[in-house]
Every structure is written in structure tokens, then in C-alpha cells.
């Protein structure tokens, strides 16, 4: 999975420079083979000739280090990424893998998934977190709104919703209800399947399945410091089995857009929200 992002990132690096990969190669002295390796994942350089490269193209400090990292890591299976800013790496992550993917499965326990949230919705977590600082909020939120774009026709998506989430106010009960409406617009498009797991139903932790044309799935879980991807086979065949047992106890697609219409209907929410993870 590392590698996969690695080269991606290269992709883009070299797409940056205008220059076609011989070219490029030949400025380096390099075969072009080489370089077309390390963009394949295939090895073959070290870290001093991968800093010569990051050098040519030009790179900031910041995404320096990011590629440095995962140059590093790039042979690894499964890994945990820890975090200090507003823009933290492990989102980053999942939206260069969420870019790709084909098939996206979510689970959510504690909010509205974080590629359907409204902007208001959004904003009222980030302000109500322990974890953001004030300052940060407006990029925090900018971030949050960035990545609805994953939402397209190109993908199929699948949101398992606890039921509790829905009457859980976030910023207020019209902040609420416009969050809910957008659930209701959202969950009308044929490739987005929306289902509520009815109260009790839970089974596990918030976590995200990526599934992908010609890579294995890659299941992500956050946590408010760090964030830990999965790809070894025993792990995603769990989560999967796990999904499983959802779709066996959910609420079906029609059940769940009829359970939020009586929810906005009557208006009543029933608690209020936890503070944002």
C-alpha cells in the first residue's frame, strides 16, 4: 500500500516538471529504466539518489519530507502514522487512496461520514473538539469540505450510519435537520447506498474499506493522534466479515431514507453530540 502511494506521489512530482520521464532521467544521469523502477515501486535507489531526484524536480521542504518518508517505508505492510497538525499526513493518506479507489465502504458510530458532512456541520465539530485549535478551524473545515469531492459517479459508495447518529444535535437542531436533508439528496444517487443500523446494532469502532480495481482493499482507522492502515489479507477478511454482519442487520436503503424523513418530520432530536475525536 505504501508503495502504491509512493508512486503516485512520484507520478504527480514528475507531472509537475513538464518533463517526460526520459527526460527527466537523462538530466538525473540515470537509465530510464531506473527511474521507471522507482516509480513502479521496484526499487533499485538509494536514499542519497532519491534526494538528488527530489532536489531536480524541485520539491518543498514539507513534501520533501512527506516522500521521504514513504521512501522509507515504501516495503512495509500495514502502518501506523502519527500526527501533530491541522493537516495531518494519515488524511492525506486516505485521500490520495480514496482518489483511486473503486468501491468505498464506511462505517459510522459517532457522527455523519466525513464525505457527506455539510460545511456547518463540519465546522460546529472542529469548533467543539478539544483537539482543534481555534485558528485551525477554518482550514480544518476547508479540508473536511475538499474531500466531499471523492463523492462522484466514478466510485461506488456504501455508508453504514448508526441509528443514534441521527438525533445526535451537532451544532444545533437546524444544523441537524439541513445535515439530514443532504443525507436524504445524497443518499438518492444510484452508486451511494446509505443504511442505518438500527440502536444496539453496533459492532465496532468507526473504520473505512477501500477497494480497488487492481490492488487489494486497505481498510483505515483513525483515532485523535494517529491513524492505522491495514492490507494484510487476515485483517481486511475480518473487517469484511464484519460488514457482512451489518448488511445482514441494517436497515435496507429504502428503510433508512424513510427512517431519516420521520426524523427531519418530527423535528425532535434526541440528545446532544459528544465533543469531535
Same mark, same amino acid.
Given at each position: 500500500?505504501?508503495?502504491?502511494?509512493?508512486?503516485?506521489?512520484?507520478?504527480?512530482?514528475?507531472?509537475?516538471?513538464?518533463?517526460?520521464?526520459?527526460?527527466?532521467?537523462?538530466?538525473?544521469?540515470?537509465?530510464?529504466?531506473?527511474?521507471?523502477?522507482?516509480?513502479?515501486?521496484?526499487?533499485?535507489?538509494?536514499?542519497?539518489?532519491?534526494?538528488?531526484?527530489?532536489?531536480?524536480?524541485?520539491?518543498?521542504?514539507?513534501?520533501?519530507?512527506?516522500?521521504?518518508?514513504?521512501?522509507?517505508?515504501?516495503?512495509?505492510?500495514?502502518?501506523?502514522?502519527?500526527?501533530?497538525?491541522?493537516?495531518?499526513?494519515?488524511?492525506?493518506?486516505?485521500?490520495?487512496?480514496?482518489?483511486?479507489?473503486?468501491?468505498?465502504?464506511?462505517?459510522?458510530?459517532?457522527?455523519?461520514?466525513?464525505?457527506?458532512?455539510?460545511?456547518?456541520?463540519?465546522?460546529?465539530?472542529?469548533?467543539?473538539?478539544?483537539?482543534?485549535?481555534?485558528?485551525?478551524?477554518?482550514?480544518?473545515?476547508?479540508?473536511?469540505?475538499?474531500?466531499?469531492?471523492?463523492?462522484?459517479?466514478?466510485?461506488?459508495?456504501?455508508?453504514?450510519?448508526?441509528?443514534?447518529?441521527?438525533?445526535?444535535?451537532?451544532?444545533?437542531?437546524?444544523?441537524?435537520? !439541513?445535515?439530514?436533508? @443532504? *443525507?436524504?439528496?445524497?443518499? +438518492?444517487?444510484?452508486?451511494?447506498?446509505? /443504511?442505518?443500523? #438500527?440502536?444496539? &446494532?453496533?459492532?465496532?469502532?468507526?473504520?473505512?474499506?477501500?477497494?480497488?480495481?487492481?490492488?487489494?482493499?486497505?481498510?483505515?482507522?483513525?483515532?485523535?493522534?494517529?491513524a492505522l492502515f491495514l492490507d494484510d489479507k487476515a485483517s481486511t477478511g475480518l473487517y469484511q466479515q464484519v460488514f457482512?454482519?451489518?448488511?445482514?442487520?441494517?436497515?435496507?436503503? !429504502?428503510?433508512?431514507? @424513510? *427512517?431519516?424523513?420521520?426524523? +427531519?418530520?418530527?423535528?425532535?432530536?434526541? /440528545?446532544?453530540? #459528544?465533543?469531535? &475525536?
Amino acid at each position: 500500500m505504501l508503495g502504491r502511494e509512493f508512486g503516485e506521489c512520484l507520478r504527480a512530482m514528475i507531472a509537475r516538471t513538464g518533463l517526460k520521464e526520459a527526460e527527466l532521467a537523462r538530466r538525473l544521469g540515470w537509465e530510464h529504466a531506473k527511474l521507471s523502477d522507482l516509480v513502479n515501486g521496484k526499487g533499485g535507489t538509494s536514499l542519497e539518489e532519491f534526494t538528488y531526484l527530489l532536489g531536480v524536480c524541485g520539491v518543498g521542504p514539507d513534501e520533501f519530507q512527506y516522500l521521504k518518508g514513504l521512501f522509507l517505508e515504501s516495503r512495509e505492510r500495514g502502518w501506523l502514522q502519527l500526527y501533530e497538525s491541522v493537516l495531518t499526513p494519515h488524511v492525506r493518506t486516505l485521500i490520495q487512496h480514496e482518489r483511486i479507489a473503486k468501491e468505498i465502504v464506511s462505517w459510522s458510530s459517532l457522527y455523519v461520514p466525513g464525505v457527506l458532512q455539510i460545511e456547518s456541520y463540519a465546522r460546529a465539530l472542529a469548533e467543539g473538539s478539544p483537539f482543534i485549535k481555534a485558528e485551525d478551524v477554518p482550514e480544518w473545515v476547508a479540508e473536511r469540505m475538499d474531500r466531499r469531492r471523492i463523492v462522484a459517479r466514478d466510485k461506488k459508495f456504501t455508508f453504514y450510519v448508526y441509528e443514534p447518529v441521527l438525533h445526535s444535535v451537532v451544532g444545533g437542531a437546524d444544523v441537524l435537520s !439541513e445535515q439530514l436533508h @443532504e *443525507l436524504l439528496r445524497m443518499s +438518492v444517487r444510484p452508486y451511494i447506498n446509505l /443504511r442505518v443500523l #438500527p440502536v444496539g &446494532r453496533a459492532l465496532t469502532g468507526d473504520f473505512i474499506m477501500l477497494k480497488f480495481e487492481k490492488y487489494e482493499p486497505i481498510i483505515y482507522r483513525g483515532s485523535m493522534n494517529s491513524a492505522l492502515f491495514l492490507d494484510d489479507k487476515a485483517s481486511t477478511g475480518l473487517y469484511q466479515q464484519v460488514f457482512d454482519m451489518m448488511d445482514s442487520v441494517a436497515l435496507g436503503r !429504502e428503510e433508512s431514507r @424513510e *427512517l431519516i424523513t420521520g426524523i +427531519v418530520a418530527s423535528g425532535t432530536p434526541r /440528545r446532544p453530540s #459528544p465533543t469531535c &475525536r
